[in-house]
């Protein structure tokens, strides 16, 4: 699909009938499991599960899908929030909670090492400060097995959906409370986690403050609220960005009272989808390519950084 801006059907000036046109910059569509690798391409992958209550049996998942990804030419591989374990009843993820440096986090740093590729790890359970809490940590792992950066979700999920359940995260989890960014092969990254999409100003902030060009949002939305407002949220915080968004998901059944939407997507900045898995519930890796002068050019041609206005002109202007 081509990228280009349309503009709505107005009269145009006679000044601007010889203007030069604008020049449209394709944006590749690569569906999951294509093979053929892009001369110059930073390609990743998007994973999609449906995790359980048991952690030997993610991992194993985890672990073919890192297979799956660096034998596509992936450079970055993300995983969705509670990629390694989610529980059956409540409380069991306060059980199993561990420090970063600790055997279950540190499986995964050697799987990234051995399979030469980085890791992208939404929603781990980092051990929280007492023994009743826990963090919801997005870990980022080079392909050397090292800790490149972390983030502990910021906005957490206490909510009744309706004609669903009641979910009560910050019963258990300790909110973070630093805005993240960090460089890596495929551009710089902007860790979310989950329920952060509802809350753009993360999303300005990690763009127009950390400089991010790529926004990781591994989630695991309800079935309800992922029907209605997933897709739409993750194309909204792409356009607004103008970054790629990757938005690796859980999906399925995970026990008898909960459920995921699925749908892992990759996003380009212009709001287009370029990566899903042909099959929404599905456990498999979506695959794309970066092209960061797509994002420059989308910058360039939609020039929103020069037009923002700043925190002082909203104070001081008369709503």
């Avoid at 740093?109 to 929603?123: D, K, Y």
């Avoid at 669903?164 to 960014?181: C, D, H, I, L, M």
Wanted: hydrophobic letters at 40%; aromatic letters at 8%.
């Amino acid at each position: 699909m081509p990228f280009c801006l349309s503009l709505p059907n107005y009269r145009i000036s006679p000044l601007l009938r010889h203007a030069p046109p604008i020049r449209c910059q394709s944006a590749r569509v690569i569906i999951a499991g294509e093979s053929n690798m892009a001369a110059n391409s930073l390609r990743v992958a998007a994973a999609q599960m449906t995790s359980i209550n048991d952690l030997a049996a993610n991992f194993a998942t985890c672990s073919r899908l890192v297979k799956e990804a660096a034998a596509a030419g992936a450079k970055l591989i993300c995983f969705p929030e509670s990629f390694s374990f989610i529980g059956a009843k409540d409380g069991d993820s306060i059980k199993i909670a561990q420090p970063l440096d600790g055997p279950i986090l540190q499986q995964y740093c050697s799987l990234a090492r051995e399979s030469g590729i980085w890791l992208s790890l939404g929603g781990f359970q980092e051990k929280g400060s007492d023994d009743e809490h826990l963090f919801n940590t997005h870990v980022v792992v080079d392909d050397a097995g090292n800790i490149r950066s972390t983030y502990s979700k910021i906005y957490l999920f206490d909510v009744d959906i309706p004609g669903g359940r009641a979910y009560n995260e910050g019963s258990f989890t300790e909110p973070g409370k630093n805005v993240v960014a960090t460089d890596s092969p495929v551009g710089r990254l902007g860790l979310t986690v989950c329920y952060d999409l509802r809350f753009p100003e993360l999303y300005q902030q990690l763009r127009f403050q950390h400089e991010a060009q790529v926004l990781l949002v591994p989630a695991a939305f309800t079935k309800v609220t992922g029907l209605a407002h997933w897709e739409i949220l993750l194309r909204a915080r792409a356009i607004e960005t103008q970054c790629y968004v990757i938005a690796a998901a859980q999906a399925g059944q995970h026990n008898d009272k909960r459920e995921s939407h699925g749908e892992t997507l990759i996003i380009d900045p212009w709001g287009t989808v370029v990566g899903r898995l042909p099959d929404r519930m599905s456990t498999g890796i979506a695959i794309a390519d970066i092209d960061l002068s797509l994002i420059d050019s989308v910058r360039e041609k939609m020039p929103i950084a020069k037009h923002r206005k700043p925190v002082e002109f909203w104070k001081s202007a008369s709503l």
